[in-house]
Antibody
Framework: QVQLVESGGGVVQPGRSLRLSCAASGFTFNNYGMHWVRQAPGKGLEWVAVISKDGTTKNYADSMKGRFTISRDDSKDTLYLQMNSLRGEDTAVYYCARGGSWSGDPWGQGTLVIVSS | QSALTQPPSASGSPGQSVTISCTGT?????????VSWYQQHPGTAPKLIIY???KRPSGVPDRFSGSKSGNTASLTVSGLQAEDEADYYCSSYAGSTNVIFGGGTKLTVL
């Protein structure tokens, strides 16, 4: 079955970096664009970034441009999110989702990132 | 981009119907037929229930339906059941490979 498993979350100090991973299985990874979406504690969903199925097109929410980088390794069926210059407001559960018709389906279980000194 | 506007809460009794609105602009909802709806139960990941305004993924009950008029999309849940109590989020393609979400609506089944 289609499965997405995020990893790499944890507690990090402000200004530091973290790389999240999303391991995909059960489908042909390089046939799909992929999204990252985050959810701050007790808050709503916020779209973070998208990468096309061939990796050539990437885009980010305005608040993350210049700090976050989305990438993919199709040889490993894995999506990444490199997060630099982290701020307290980046504290959230980060989800990866398989793209299609500009929606996400399915979503992984999420990985929690806490930015705190 | 500004978030789409959803009512913070909605409610209905079992068996009734409830409609949740999602208001955007002529640059997102009004411009594209790429409106999606997600259901999220506490402590779980969101689940896609409507895509491309009206389409339901396999396995989603036909009690869930979507529509759009101008800059506003709507999700209707018919024949409310206890398990429908959850948070619901809309999203829309906003052009230039951007996606925006609504603030979410908490649906309570009375």
């Amino acid at each position: 079955q289609v499965q997405l498993v995020e990893s790499g979350g944890g507690v990090v100090q402000p200004g530091r970096s973290l790389r999240l991973s999303c391991a995909a299985s059960g489908f042909t990874f390089n046939n799909y664009g992929m999204h990252w979406v985050r959810q701050a504690p007790g808050k709503g969903l916020e779209w973070v970034a998208v990468i096309s199925k061939d990796g050539t097109t990437k885009n980010y929410a305005d608040s993350m441009k210049g700090r976050f980088t989305i990438s993919r390794d199709d040889s490993k069926d894995t999506l990444y999110l490199q997060m630099n210059s982290l701020r307290g407001e980046d504290t959230a559960v980060y989800y990866c989702a398989r793209g299609g018709s500009w929606s996400g389906d399915p979503w992984g279980q999420g990985t929690l990132v806490i930015v705190s000194s | 981009q500004s978030a789409l506007t959803q009512p913070p809460s909605a409610s209905g009794s079992p068996g009734q119907s409830v409609t949740i609105s999602c208001t955007g602009t002529s640059s997102d909802i009004g411009a594209y037929n790429y409106v999606s709806w997600y259901q999220q139960h506490p402590g779980t990941a969101p689940k896609l229930i409507i895509y491309e305004v009206t389409k339901r993924p396999s396995g989603v009950p036909d009690r869930f339906s979507g529509s759009k008029s101008g800059n506003t999309a709507s999700l209707t849940v018919s024949g409310l059941q206890a398990e429908d109590e959850a948070d619901y989020y809309c999203s829309s393609y906003a052009g230039s490979t951007n996606v925006i979400f609504g603030g979410g609506t908490k649906l309570t089944v009375l």
